[in-house]
């Protein structure tokens, strides 16, 4: 169920990366995106009624259901990247802001350049 | 001495240096590049564990033949790149030093997940140097097909963790076969779209005019020749020894690198930019080189991604100059450019010339191997592809060197006077250096068995085992 919900929103995002013409808006669909990927990966290391890895004297270390930790440090990896590439898009986008007056990709294609 | 991490950890770690040091950021830049190139001609194969755990469980760094010939190629050009365009580092010292940790990080990196961040953060000194330019719509347009791209990429590789347990390639390899077609379908396409991205693959390629189109003498040889070799070299480590591919994918990959290549090739004679021709001629060259990796021909891809990536650093390096001098890389408004600037000229004809793949140039070297390798493997269909693109090639590249010599128009006798206003392209520094380097390119190609020795260490690259050229020895040369 919850990969469901994760890949449907990855499709969301990419959806919205295709159809809309604001860098803003492409922008957040791409952090939609990441989202989707990110809950994904968290999934892919879930057990039902499972514990936490760590080894303590209350939990009996002989138990297979530990939750798989990789994934959650693959996870903190990846939202770290995906907010750098945000700030960083969102930076770009000011900047063309400031230069072309508009957030429109489109617009932008037969404007000349001074 | 010889720890491949040290590739890595200098230049990241010269980068903090530099941020603190602001004003002597050029100077630690070039410290940075000509550590890593001395210590890049002293690493030996082998495999460096990371933080003391054993793989698959723990990180490694694996050098082989192949990655080696990459490391050392990669890291000479960008050396050569900064020396010739030292005065235009400004305040990009920080994001080029970043830029050489990441791609020294893809091409040794053993783990897939490593080879995501060390590819992130390739990528994003990328976005910024593109952003040279100041044309922020196509840094845009980078970005965002660029992250989709790591996207799915991170995607297929999380899809490949769940299947097999591990990011370790080499545990991954191991693993990989024992599942079916059908489960590796998914993940291996998502990898390929995120790796081809950067290779400049067909679909997904539609960044890659407007951000070459508008580099300086810079940016330009940083992307068609430092980050485009580091992707091909990368491509060729996972769909060669990595990823096991079906009939229907290998089917698929082949279609559309061949795809790149055909419209690569047939988009740069249309073009009156220089630089237009040059990177649409890039897209070409990749796709074939992808093509020779799924067709397990991966000395010929090698010998192809060396010669080309030479020539397009000197072509690029040159056709920099051309906007900065004239404000112009149209070669209608360039006629007779080379008449001024003769040693130039020269450098830039020979670079073209290996690109087509005249004989006596590694060009030819490589068009050679690439043939007899596909002629041993019984496929008759590409060759003929390839030796048809030659002409288109030869055709572009001979109609700009004719314009770029001559002055005047055609049925016109050819007089200084027609030609450009004389200026010098560039310095008696960066003159040398190309030249040198064309010479590299001559030397390379006529002593081949030299050439195939320093490739091949005398093993095979990536168990590739089909025959090569060499005069010397019977071993396929016919």
């Known amino acids: 169920m919850i990969r469901l919900a994760s890949l449907l929103l990855l499709l969301i995002g990419l959806y919205g990366v295709l159809t ?23 999934s892919v290391g879930f057990i039902t009624n499972g514990v936490a890895p760590n080894l303590t004297e209350h939990i009996d270390s002989s138990l297979s259901n530990f939750v798989d930790p990789l994934p959650q440090a693959l996870v903190l990896t990846s939202i770290v990247i995906g907010l750098g590439i945000t700030s960083l898009g969102l930076a770009f986008a000011r900047k063309m802001n400031k230069k072309y007056g508009t957030y429109d990709l489109t617009m932008i294609g037969g404007m000349k350049d001074e | 001495m010889n720890n ?35 210590l890049a001609f002293f690493i030996t194969t082998g495999e460096t564990i990371i933080g003391g755990f054993l793989p698959p469980a723990g990180i490694n760094l694996v050098v082989t033949q192949f990655t080696l010939v990459g490391v050392i190629l990669i890291n000479s050009l960008m050396l050569l790149t900064i020396i010739m365009s030292i005065d235009l580092v400004g305040k990009y010292s920080v994001i080029l030093l970043t830029a050489l940790a ?23 000194a990328a976005y910024i140097l593109s952003a040279q330019a100041k044309k922020y719509h196509h840094t ?40 079916t077609t059908k489960e590796l379908l998914v993940p291996i396409l998502l990898i390929f779209i995120g790796i081809g991205v950067e290779v400049k693959l067909l679909p997904v390629s539609g960044w890659v005019k407007g951000v070459y189109a508008h580099a300086n003498r810079l940016i330009a040889p940083l992307f068609a ?5 580091t992707a091909l070299f990368v491509f060729g480590k996972l769909f060669v020894s990595v990823l096991p591919l079906s009939d229907t994918l290998t089917m698929l990959i082949l279609v559309m690198s061949v795809m790149t290549f055909v419209f690569g090739e047939f988009a740069a004679f249309k073009q009156k930019q220089v630089k237009e021709i040059l990177l649409f001629s890039s897209i070409g060259q990749a796709g074939l080189i992808t093509a020779l990796f799924i067709s397990g021909l991966v000395y010929a891809a090698v ?4 010669s080309n990536v030479v020539s397009k650093l000197i072509m690029f390096t040159i056709a920099g100059a051309f906007t900065e001098k004239y404000q112009t890389d149209n070669y209608h408004s360039l006629s007779g450019v080379f008449v001024h600037n003769k040693i130039t000229g020269i450098a830039f004809t020979i670079a073209a010339l290996s690109m087509t793949g005249i004989p006596l140039l590694i060009g030819f070297y490589a068009k050679l191997n690439i043939l007899i390798g596909f002629f041993h493997a019984g496929n008759y269909v590409l060759p003929v592809i390839v030796l048809l693109m030659t002409i288109v090639e030869g055709a ?17 006798v050819s007089l200084e006077s027609f030609a450009v206003e004389k200026k010098q392209l560039l310095s008696v520094k960066n003159t040398a250096i190309c030249l040198i380097v064309a010479l590299v390119l001559i030397v390379g190609g006529t002593l081949i068995d030299t050439t195939s020795k320093i490739v091949t260490n005398g093993q095979p690259l990536l168990g590739d085992e089909s025959p090569y050229f060499i005069i010397s020895q019977s071993k396929g040369g016919e």
Do not use: R
């Open chain 2, 102 to 124: 990441g791609i020294n990080g893809m091409l040794l990196t053993g783990d897939l997940f490593n080879l995501f961040i060390f590819m992130e953060i390739t990528v994003i």
């Open chain 2, 225 to 229: 020749s430092i980050i485009a070799g």
């Open chain 1, 20 to 42: 809309t013409k604001n860098v803003i808006k492409m922008i957040i669909s791409i952090n939609i995106m990441e989202l989707g990927v990110n809950i994904f990966i968290i």
């Open chain 2, 303 to 306: 010998i192809l991604i060396i």
């Open chain 2, 4 to 38: 491949p991490v040290l590739l890595i950890i200098i230049p990241l770690l010269l980068a903090f240096v530099s941020v603190i040091i602001k004003k002597a950021g050029k100077w630690i830049l070039l410290l940075g590049v000509l550590i890593n190139t001395v």
């Open chain 2, 140 to 179: 845009i347009t980078y970005l965002i097909i660029g992250s989709v791209g790591s996207t799915f990429y991170l995607l297929g590789i999380i899809l490949l963790y769940h299947l097999t347990g591990s990011l370790n390639m080499a545990d991954v390899a191991a693993k990989l076969p024992l599942l």
């Open chain 2, 396 to 412: 572009y590249i001979i109609k700009l060197l004719l314009a770029l010599w001559a002055p005047g128009k055609e049925g016109q």
